[in-house]
Nanobody, 114 residues
Framework: QVQLVESGGGLVQPGGSLKLSCVAS????????MSWYREVPGKEREFVAS????????NYAESVKGRFTISRNNVKNTVYLQMNSLRPEDTAVYYC???????WGQGTQVTVSS
């Protein structure tokens, strides 16, 4: 069955960097758009970034443009989120999503704090 497993979260100081990974299985990874979302308790889950199957098209939320980069490796069935210049307001649980089927991973916690 389809499975998405995120990793790479943790505690980082403001201004620091983290790279999240999402390993996919159970479907033909290279033909599907993949996305990253994040959720803070008490708020709706929000879109962060997406990438087309070939990697040729990316989209970002305004709040992360210029700081975050989404990429993918279709040989490793993995999508990444490189997060730089992190801010306390980036603190959230980050989820990977197989966009067209609405399937989510379990999430990984990112905490930005001094």
């Amino acid at each position: 069955q389809v499975q998405l497993v995120e990793s790479g979260g943790g505690l980082v100081q403001p201004g620091g960097s983290l790279k999240l990974s999402c390993v996919a299985s159970g479907f033909t990874f290279g033909i599907y758009t993949m996305s990253w979302y994040r959720e803070v308790p008490g708020k709706e889950r929000e879109f962060v970034a997406s990438i087309s199957g070939t990697g040729g098209t990316t989209n970002y939320a305004e709040s992360v443009k210029g700081r975050f980069t989404i990429s993918r490796n279709n040989v490793k069935n993995t999508v990444y989120l490189q997060m730089n210049s992190l801010r306390p307001e980036d603190t959230a649980v980050y989820y990977c999503k197989l966009q067209s089927r609405g399937i989510w991973g379990q999430g990984t916690q990112v905490t930005v704090s001094s």
